[in-house]
Each structure stands twice: as C-alpha cells, then as structure tokens.
C-alpha cells in the first residue's frame, strides 16, 4: 500500500487548465481516469488527510503509485478523452457500465442494391438503418412478421440470394407473398429499395400518412367493386395496426427523446434507457454497474450518456435526452452531445407531463432491475467465495486464489499441437486476458513437454516485464535459465535458445476488445510500452492449474522451478476421476463431489479445454483450405479471389495460359508468370468422392480443390464419435 505524499507532485508542478488526469500502480497499470476543470483543484482533492477521503477514493489513491495528466483546451475535448481512455485502458477504480452492445436491433442493409431486413447485434454499420434495441431477437421477428405482408422485402441471407437466383425459383417467402422476390426479377432493384424505405419510413413512426393511404386505396377499390384487392388492403391496414399496438404512444407530441434513469445504492447503480421514437417506445436497455468510486447521481448519469453516445453520429443522438439529474456542469455534455448529433440537444429534466410520468415508469423500471440483480448476485457471490476458500484450504494455500489460470493442450494425433491459457478473477472468466499458443519446440505428440514449453513461455514473459520496470530490488532478476547466453534478460518474449521457441512467444493476442473463438490472430510483441493496457502477460496468478495429472503437473511446476519462480501455487485436475493433483505428491487431494471448489476448478478446466480445441480445429481448418495459390510469393488474398472470379475455378485458371491469366486486373505479366509456374508444380490431387453417392466431384461444382502440397483432409474411417476421441 503506497502513501500518496511518496507521488504527490510538488506544488506549482500541476496547471491550473482543464485536463484529463490518470493515477498508475507500481505496475505501470493505469487505474482510474478522471477530467476536471482545474486540473490543480480536482488533483489537490485527492492528497489531502486520508481520513477525510471516501473509502473507495482511499483505496484508490494508496493503490496508485503516480499520478499524470494531460492538458486540453476545453472541458468539451476533456470530456472526449477521458472516454477514450476509459475504453482504451479499461481502470479498475472508474466506473464501468456493462453494456456489451449485445442488445438486438431491427437493421435495414440499405447499403446493398437489394436491401434486406434482419437481425443484427454488434457495432453498428455504415449505411444500415438500425431500429430498436429490443429486449429480445423474437420481439423483432414478431414485428416483421406483420410488417412483411405489406412491405414485402427481402429478408433472405446473401447464399439463399444468390441460390435462388441461379435456379430461377424465389423462396417460400416469395411465394406466399411475403417477399417481393427481386431475386427472380419481380421487382426492380429501384422498386425494391424504395419498399425498403417506407418500411425504414414506417419503422421511423411516420405511420400515419401511410395509414391514410392504405384506407383511400381501400375505399377506391371497393368503389370500383374491386372487393378482392379491397379484402387485401383490408388485411394490411390491420396487420400494420397490429404492430403499431405492439409499441403504444408514450407522448403524444411524436417526441424523440431518450429517457434515462438511475436507481442506486451504496455498492451498485442500475441504469435503465427508453428509446422513445415518435412518441412510441422503440427500444429499452439497461445494465447494473459497481460504484467503485465516490459518484454523485449527475456524474453516473454523465457516465451513462458517454456509454450511450460516444460512437453514435448523426439521428442515434435524439434532439431531446430526459435524465434524473443533470451532470456538473451541464454544458460540456450538452455541447458534447450536440456535436455528436450535428445540431442542438436538450438535455433536462422533466418537471411534469407526460414526460415526467414515463420517466417515472423508466425510474420503477430501474428500481426492479436494481433489486432483481441483488437477489442473483447475493448468492452468487457466496458461492463464488466459498469455492475459492475450498480451493484455498484443500491446496493449502495461505490466501483465496483470486486469479487462477487454466492451461491445456489440444491437438489431432500430433498435428497442429496448440495451447490455450484461460484467466478467472473472483471466481469469473475474464475472456479478455485468453491467450493461444503454438507449440513451437517441437514436433510431435507430447502434452508434458508442450505444457512444459507453454509455461515456461509465459512466465518468462512475465519476469521479463517485471524486471523491464525494475519491480525487484538491486541484485535480483531473472533465473539464470531465462537469460541469453550474453547475460542479458529476455525482453519481449525472447525465449533463451534452450527451449526451441522462436524469438516470439507465438501466443495469440487480443486487441483490447478481447478474443473471438476460432479467430487467427497474428504474432507481435505482446508487452508494450508504459501505456497501462491490461491485456498482456504482465500480472502472475495466485493458482495455475493443468489439464491432466500428476506428468503435466511435474512439467509444470518444474517450469516455474526453472524461472526462480516460488510464489505461484499449481494443481491439476485429472478427467477420469476428477482428481487435483500437486506438485511432489505421490497421493491426489480428492475434493468432494458436491463441493464448490472442485466445480470452480472444473469449469475452468473445461473452459481451457473448449477454448484449445476450437483454437486447434481453427487452424486445422485453415491448412485443409489451402490450395497451391497460397504459396504463390506477392500473390494477396484480393488477387487470388479475381483470379478465380475470372476463371472459376482452379482447375480453369490451371489450363489458362499466360496472355489469359493478364487479362485480370491487377495481374501484370510477371505476376501471370508467377502463377502459372506455381500451378504447374503442383500436382492435382484425387479427385473428392461423396461418400454418401459415390459421385465423384468436380471443381467446377464449388468442391475445394486440393493438391500434394496443400492435402484436403482424410476421410477417417471411424464414426463421429470416434473421429472426435481423437482430438486432444
């Protein structure tokens, strides 16, 4: 625990301008991220008698271990940074409101020549129309469902697209009416991006001139006897109402505005959001947040609206923002906002009306959501600290193992061997600090070397970065068996010659927004300059745990042996039995089958294991896809997908002669040259065979094509199951 008056800078040191200012630990983590007016007051708050501080402001001042700032012109450019910081270096002591974008919204691709309606979660797109957030993905469906019998537009993935236009028949939504087919030409590409607007028109709350229409169309065509297509426009007026009721009028002024509220306690804050859309609510969200930091209601609500809008442009700011208290001052968020949106914006609070009794239903709505969470998050916290101390007691250990890291390794009978390194923090899987090894050392089969090489690769990371910001004291450093042979430490991840890894660790890393299953990421050097970003290898783990038993468990723990590591405790936990064994224990610690710790380790043992095996089959797929332009030098992926656009396939281009394949744009005669040899040296493989007909397959029905240096996967003659017992 550090004492702020070791880092207070010295009086005259600190500007008296606006500014953002960051508080880093010993490691070089930044750990909050704050703004002010002057950054000479707001900082002076922070070192005053620490009896005088709030206990979370107190935590967070004798945790840090610097403090530096950056001056800005304006409170509008401070507000701007200190949320970009908060993303970038994600601070433990700053608040963090969980919304993971994950909120399904009702979008409009009108970026494509045929428009098509679907569900989408996720950041948002260029050039798509997004309607919502709704509270579930069938909410949507139920809603166009209705909407398509009188905006009939294309809902179909580009594949069935693309299928029915090649065969010449629509789908069934085309033939019951539910879709105006422009995959078969029944509608101008023109016609059908105009249906699509009246459907974004529609979706927008401009309902009622549309309505009117409908029922003058009707009444016309019963005039003309025409009582056919009057039944019809009939039945469309009353499926539009039908959806219209799904969403009733909130204000009757057509309003757009955003109602936030904020319902909290000492520990936790719930906000909760109605997107209020022509009067009708569109949308709502809402997430619980921890109060890790001394908070006024004005300051999450500030926190609240950055979280809402700092990626939003254009119509997603509504011209008017209803909140329960105003941020101090209100004039830079208001001004924030308004540039945001590209034109003025109201923010207030409402004092009677309409306005003020949704905001209230918005408030009760926070409220229940707030108690709803304590209710699940009581017990789950229980659990959660009783698996830990079970773990605690039965390893021995002198404290709850609040971060454990998992380690597995997979591969398919010593085939593209791979590793993989989970993280749980209090009990949760923290996704964002996953790592993903290639083994390196070798070739081969053999978990107890590779666990040896993934650990020791790790760690020496670890140590390298701990001696780079001279953690220890003089005369301490990295075990000998992590030095070059120069004396010097490894930086960087340098492995020393004897572990047969290349000058990169080979771990596959994220890039601040965490890992996606299956997702090939490139190699580079991990630990970083002092910039504070907390994904990298930089903080040990009170636990390691393998996959497997006493062998790997040896392997570790020999690999931290190596490194002058004796801090960090390790255990494996064996399939079979369930067993957790340690390290020069010739007998198991066999934990009961109901206990929670022994669940605790199970899940991040599966975990480890579901996220090596997906890695692992990632990478077999991408060796089986290869084909012989893979090896041709120069040659990126955009010219190889125009060189089999233009001729369709391999077996064509392979046949096509030099002048031919020149004809390609962007494909000048030395790269042509290229090619062709390059097709030429490999070899055609044999051709596929459908196992279930016996029909042989040719290229040109879209079957991947595969050669002697680029093998297409064997077919095993097990069953399923049996293919899936050989992976590892």
Not at 633 to 657: C, D, M, N, W, Y
Request: a negative charge; aromatic letters at 6%; proline letters at 6%.
């Amino acid at each position: 625990m550090a004492d702020p008056s070791s880092y207070r800078p010295r009086p005259g040191e600190i500007p008296d301008s606006p500014g953002v200012y960051r508080f880093r630990d010993e490691h070089r983590r930044v750990i909050y991220v704050g703004k002010a007016k002057s950054l000479r007051q707001r900082l002076a708050n922070y070192f005053q008698d620490l009896a005088h501080l709030h206990p979370r402001t107190r935590t967070m001042v004798t945790t840090a271990a610097s403090v530096e700032w950056t001056v800005v012109s304006t409170e509008v450019e401070a507000l701007q940074l200190e949320y970009s910081w908060i993303k970038e270096y994600d601070p433990r002591f700053n608040v963090k409101y969980r919304d993971d974008k994950s909120y399904p919204y009702l979008a409009v691709t009108m970026n494509e020549e045929f428009p098509r309606v679907q569900v989408m979660r996720g950041q948002k797109k260029k050039g798509v129309r997004y309607f919502g957030p709704y509270g579930h993905a069938w909410a949507i469906r139920d809603t166009v469902d209705l909407l398509l019998r009188v905006f009939p537009v294309r809902t179909c993935s580009a594949g069935v697209f693309k299928n029915a236009a090649r065969t010449g028949r629509p789908c069934l939504l085309g033939y019951i009416g539910k879709c105006s087919a422009p995959c078969v030409g029944r509608i101008t590409p023109d016609d059908h991006w105009d249906l699509a607007d009246e459907f974004c028109d529609f979706m927008a709350g401009r309902t009622g001139t549309y309505l009117r229409r409908l029922e003058r169309k009707m009444a016309e065509a019963a005039e003309e006897m025409e009582y056919e297509r009057a039944a019809r426009l009939r039945d469309d007026i009353g499926a539009l109402k039908k959806a219209m009721e799904k969403s009733a009028v909130v204000l009757a002024d057509a309003t757009d505005a955003d109602l936030i509220a904020v319902a909290e306690d000492e520990l936790e804050a719930a906000v909760q959001i109605f997107h209020v859309r022509g009067g009708r609510v569109r949308g709502q969200r809402g997430w619980v947040t921890d109060k890790v930091e001394e908070i006024t209601t004005g300051a999450l609500v500030e926190h609240a609206l950055q979280q809402l809008y700092g990626e939003e442009k254009g119509d997603a700011v509504p011209k008017e923002v209803l909140v329960p208290a105003l941020p101090d001052p209100v004039e830079p968020v208001q001004q924030w906002l308004a540039e945001r949106r590209g034109s003025g914006v109201s923010l207030r609070i409402p004092q009677r009306g309409d306005k003020k009794a949704l905001m209230e239903t918005v408030q009760r709505n926070a409220q229940q959501a707030l108690v709803l969470h304590k209710t699940k998050r009581a017990s789950d916290l229980t659990t959660r600290s009783r698996a830990l101390e079970e773990i605690a007691e039965a390893l021995d250990l002198d404290s709850a193992p609040l971060r454990i890291e998992c380690y597995d390794i997979s591969h398919l009978q010593g085939d593209d061997v791979v590793a993989s390194m989970v993280v749980f923090e209090d009990g949760l899987a923290r996704k964002s600090e996953y790592r993903r090894f290639q083994i390196k050392g070798f070739e081969g089969q053999d978990d107890v070397r590779s666990m040896h090489e993934v650990i020791t690769r790790r760690f020496r990371r670890y140590l390298a970065e701990k001696e780079r910001t001279a953690e220890w004291a003089d005369g301490e450093g990295l075990a000998d068996d992590a030095r070059h042979p120069n004396g010097d430490a490894a930086q960087n991840g340098d492995a020393a010659p004897d572990d047969g890894a290349a000058p990169d660790d080979g771990a596959a890393r994220t890039d601040g927004r965490g890992l996606t299953d299956g997702q090939e990421l490139t190699d580079g050097p991990a630990l970083k300059d002092d910039d504070g970003r907390p994904k990298r290898f930089a903080y040990p783990p009170q636990l390691v745990v393998v996959d497997g038993g006493q062998p790997q468990v040896a392997a570790a723990q020999r690999a931290l042996d190596e490194l002058g590591i004796d801090d960090i405790a390790v255990c494996g936990l064996a399939k079979r039995l369930e067993e957790v064994w340690l390290p020069r224990e010739d007998d198991p610690v066999v934990l009961p089958r109901t206990s929670e710790g022994l669940y605790l380790l199970q899940r991040v043992r599966d975990e480890a294991h579901r996220f090596a095996i997906t890695y692992q089959r990632a990478k077999r797929a991408k060796r089986f896809r290869a084909g012989p332009l893979d090896d041709v030098p120069g040659l990126g992926e955009t010219r190889k997908q125009a060189l089999i656009k233009h001729f369709g396939s391999v077996k064509k281009l392979r046949s096509a002669t030099i002048d031919q394949i020149c004809e390609v744009p962007g494909i000048g005669r030395k790269t042509a040259e290229t090619v062709a040899v390059a097709l030429a040296r490999a070899t055609p493989a044999a051709p596929a065979v459908n196992t279930a007909t016996g029909e042989i397959m040719d290229d040109d029905d879209g079957a991947p094509e595969t050669t002697a240096d680029a093998p297409g996967e064997p077919v095993s003659a097990g069953t399923p199951d049996e293919r899936r017992g050989q992976e590892r």
